[in-house]
């Protein structure tokens, strides 16, 4: 506890912990900033990783052996661009990660769990850029690999890699196009991530891939607020002014896509807007603020109401009441505004979709499960009886699921998407 409390102003818990000391992660919101090692004899706080480096730290990786009662810190995991990059501090572990590099072309290992044997023996993901992954076993003693499920061929005719722009505030800004063998061009799906505090990186997505096999090239933006780019580019995010920054990165990402004339992508069909959760608030205050630029959008469980899902996040962590609920409050707040504040909340309507469905006037698909506890169900129900008042064209899907699908259900729901894409660009 008192290794938690020796970071002030910010989330930490403890992650493990060595002969005299205790590892602490510092979080700023839902993303780690950094890993501490608390010194038990001397009280003193040391910082094993940078606090606002080019990229965010998805974690410590630990190895370990028998029955001991703590591992040992072997390395750190890096969100990138790329997807996850791995920095050890122990050479056998580096070389077995050289030793997949060398085997498998374009290869990016997830080193998921250690044995309790062998702390060099492990269960690793191999994502691949251009097919699905595989799990293998990996001894990193040895150097050898064992693949334990089947190995994919590689997705034919799709192409994903960065892509970057250039902002109107001259930021750079990268995110991930993907596009159809031939030579197009094809209209353009523009699908940013949800979260807000996520990341489209380079490995095999299957959304994105059911939406090239049918012929769409795919940008996933990564706008002010993602993860993986640096504590200063998260927080650029954050607050009314963020939002609508994050808006206009996205937009300016399918501006610069179409105006590539390396892509093969239609300067002259409109593009569609597609995401969920943040995403999907994305796609309807798109449509509100570039009426008749986007051909139509589909927002999956998105959020609509700002002012009322902050009351909602806010009246569920008080009545949880558990030992994080102040420091969870304070980044809610920071994020989104104190809902005590009248100003914070009428500046935070003013970016709410439900509030100014008259400005959409061009098809809206929207989904949301009932049973969904991370954004009410609420918010999409009020958003399309907003649309419906307002004469705009807008479906309305209900599930009885919570926030997101099943697998089974979710391929059958990307399957159908591209068939809804081809009526907005057919209107």
Same mark, same amino acid.
């Given at each position: ?102 085997? %498998? *072309? #374009?290869?990016? &290992? ?7 044997? @062998? ?5 690793? $993901?191999? !994502? ?106 998260? %927080? *650029? #995010?954050?607050? &009314? ?7 206009? @990165? ?5 501006? $610069?896509? !179409? ?65 994080d609920s102040g420091s969870e409050l304070r980044v809610l707040f920071r994020q989104f ?47 399309y009886a907003a649309l419906t008042n307002a004469g705009s064209r807008a479906k309305f ?31």
């Amino acid at each position: 506890m008192e290794a938690e409390r020796s970071v002030p102003g910010e989330t930490a818990f403890t992650s493990g912990w060595d002969t005299g000391g205790v590892f602490v992660l510092s979080e700023h919101g839902s993303e780690i900033r950094c890993l501490k090692r608390y010194d038990i004899g001397t009280g003193t706080l040391a910082c094993l990783t940078p606090t606002n480096g080019p990229n965010d730290l998805a974690g410590p990786i630990w190895t370990w052996e028998g029955d001991a009662e703590c591992g040992s810190l072997a390395g750190f995991r890096w969100r990138t661009e790329l997807g996850t990059s791995n920095e050890w501090s122990d050479a056998r572990m580096s070389a077995a990660e050289s030793m997949l590099s060398r085997t %498998f *072309a #374009g290869v990016r &290992p997830e080193w998921m769990e250690s044995s309790t044997v @062998d702390p060099l023996r492990w269960i690793v $993901s191999l !994502r691949f850029a251009d097919k699905p992954p595989v799990w293998a076993d990996v001894d990193a003693g040895a150097g050898t690999v064992r693949i334990l499920s089947e190995f994919p061929e590689p997705v034919p005719g799709m192409t994903r890699r960065v892509f970057r722009w250039r902002a109107s505030d001259g930021k750079e800004l990268c995110g991930i196009v993907s596009f159809p063998a031939g030579d197009g061009p094809f209209p353009l799906v523009v699908f940013p991530h949800g979260g807000p505090g996520a990341l489209s990186d380079g490995p095999f997505d299957e959304r994105a891939w059911a939406l090239v096999d049918s012929g769409f090239a795919v940008i996933q933006p990564n706008y002010r607020g993602s993860a993986g780019l640096g504590k200063g580019f998260r %927080f *650029a #995010g954050w607050g &009314p002014d963020g939002f609508l920054r994050a808006l206009e @990165d996205i937009h300016e990402a399918a501006l $610069s896509v !179409r105006e590539d004339i390396s892509l093969p992508v239609s300067p002259d069909a409109k593009p569609l807007l597609f995401g969920g959760s943040w995403g999907g608030w994305c796609v309807l205050e798109l449509l509100a603020r570039h009426p008749g630029f986007y051909a139509g959008g589909i927002s999956l469980f998105g959020a609509f109401d700002l002012p009322e899902l902050v009351r909602a996040e806010a009246r569920r962590i008080a009545h949880d009441g558990d030992a994080d609920s102040g420091s969870e409050l304070r980044v809610l707040f920071r994020q989104f505004g104190d809902p005590s504040d009248d100003r914070a909340m009428e500046r935070l309507a003013e970016s709410s979709p439900a509030r100014h469905a008259e400005a959409i006037s061009d098809p809206v698909v929207l989904f949301h499960n009932r049973q969904d506890a991370v954004i009410p169900f609420a918010q999409s129900e009020a958003m399309y009886a907003a649309l419906t008042n307002a004469g705009s064209r807008a479906k309305f899907r209900t599930g009885d699921g919570g926030h997101g699908f099943p697998s089974a259900d979710e391929a059958d729901l990307y399957g159908e998407i591209a068939d809804i894409f081809r009526n907005f660009l057919s209107d």
